[in-house]
């Protein structure tokens, strides 16, 4: 006996589904609405993080600054409106290339020890513990020649910071290169001070031309960070900074 068409179609529908699984029940809808925004060449998402802060996947020691290693790429429908058609549940840190050598990134802080909670991009610390913090980097001796934090939050046990690392002296790895790397660190309240833990968080690496490199504007900015993806689609609206906001977010400007 054959199955009537008004059988089959629902019967395939479910198969689908089911072979699918949940990533695909679960997806949501996840729109960047850049208004204005010119010269934009791509929207990509970093789902960096599992959910006890480890990293998802391995960091590419030879990444290109001009091609970000994103989880998922949003598509522009038209009318500066970047979407991402199914994003699975989680927590995103999305990036903006545009044109002029600009990338504008999002960060949330994840756990460096375990047990300890993620931070939002937004969280802060007080004045007194920034000052310490950065002192204490500054006096600390590395491999790189440049070593700047960038933000820094937390709460009264622990406080972590997004840190730049650059290295653009001459080395005998190759003639003319440079490295950049941005990682998170974590201090802890030990005894009556703060100490820095050794174990970080990389979230990138980067090897190019020192000449290059002093061109880009690598700018981190907290509005694109630590986005929570439900079911529910969800519209973000975002426009590139101008040239005198752009001054105003931390990172990498060209010198």
Known sequence: MRMTRSIVLPFAACCFLFLAGPAVLDAAKVTIDLGDSQGVTLVGAFNRWDQDGNARKLVNPKAKIDVPEVDATAVNTGDN?????????????????????????????????????????????PDDTREFI?????????????????????????????????????????????????????????????????????????????????????????????IEVKKSPITIKYELPSRAEAQKLKGLHPY
């Open 81 to 125: 409106q970047w979407v991402f058609q199914n994003l699975s549940p989680g927590k995103y840190d999305l990036v903006i290339m545009a044109a002029g050598r600009v990338r504008i990134e999002g960060w949330h802080y994840p756990p460096v020890l375990e047990f300890d909670p993620f931070f939002p991009p937004t969280a802060t610390c």
């Open 134 to 226: 950065a002192d204490d980097i500054k006096k600390s001796r590395h491999y790189e020649n440049k070593v700047v934090p960038l933000e820094m939050g937390g709460d009264k046990k622990v406080v972590r910071v997004l840190v730049m690392l650059i290295r653009d002296l001459p080395t005998s790895y190759i003639k003319g290169a440079g490295t950049m790397r941005f990682e998170i660190w974590q201090y802890t309240w030990n005894y009556g001070g703060w100490v820095k833990k050794k174990r970080t968080r990389v979230m990138h690496r980067v090897l190019l031309q020192v000449s290059e490199l002093r061109q880009w504007s690598w700018l981190w900015e907290p509005k694109l960070g630590g």
